[in-house]
């Protein structure tokens, strides 16, 4: 158990829709990040927030957002669903900024239909 | 764009030692280099980070050359339960935007047979 709680733990939705997944890191970590998984595209990152503040951005789409509230949790919504957007969502936690050991939750699994 | 590449799959027996290579040709100067092992539907699992060198822990080593464009997880005495899938993560900055990722590596399957 790497402390990273993540809910819910499946989701199935339709297209179009938008769903909001949560996050709580470990206790004491400061750094949230969200990662995708899908089979084409291995994992991939999307955002990394620190103590409330966004700091690093990857191949996050438009549709997506993300945001860490001031108790460290955050969330990650996700708007006008396709069906390509059927993943794996993983947030991971870290105590710095950067450059230190992220330590993952076991996941959302997003089934788009 | 930064290219981390690893082996797609390796097959080992019980008790051999495994090491697994991972080419990040653009790593952040200040970053990281981390290895997760992964098992079907759940998070990845935390194995070992170094910088530079050589890094040793109760799992495995880390071994990374003075370039820092490599790196190479090395599993001593593998046994059944270590059937997974084996990730490294390295920091990417780019100077042209001034932006920060993380990349993954393709990640390596590795299949211990008895």
């Known amino acids: 158990d790497s402390g990273v709680t993540q809910t819910p733990k499946h989701l199935i939705t339709a297209t179009g829709q938008r769903v909001t997944l949560r996050c709580s890191p470990r206790s004491g970590d400061l750094s949230v990040y969200w990662y995708q998984q899908s089979l084409d595209q291995g994992l991939q990152f999307l955002i990394q927030y620190y103590n409330g503040e966004e700091r690093a951005k990857g191949n996050i789409l438009e549709r997506f957002s993300a945001q860490q509230f001031p108790d460290l949790h955050s969330e990650l919504n996700l708007s006008s669903l396709e069906l390509g957007d059927s993943a794996l969502y993983f947030c991971?936690?870290?105590?710095?900024?950067?450059?230190?050991?992220?330590?993952f939750g076991p996941g959302t699994r997003l089934t788009v239909l | 764009l930064a290219k981390t590449t690893q082996p797609i799959s390796m097959d080992s027996y019980e008790g051999q030692e495994v090491n697994i290579t991972c080419s990040h040709n653009n790593i952040a100067t200040n970053d990281y280099i981390t290895w997760y092992q992964q098992f079907p539907s759940q998070g990845p699992r935390f194995i070992i980070q170094?910088?530079?060198t050589k890094v040793t822990n109760e799992v495995a080593s880390l071994f990374i050359p003075a370039d820092r464009k490599s790196s190479t997880l090395s599993l001593p005495r593998v046994s059944l339960s270590d059937t997974a899938v084996y990730y490294c993560?390295?920091?990417?900055?780019?100077?042209?935007?001034?932006?920060?990722?993380?990349?993954f590596g393709t990640g390596t399957r590795l299949k211990v047979l008895a």
């Open positions: 993560l390295v920091g990417d900055f780019l100077s042209t935007s001034g932006t920060y990722k993380y990349i």
């Open positions: 170094g910088y530079k």
């Open positions: 991971a936690s870290s105590a710095r900024q950067g450059r230190g050991t992220q330590y």
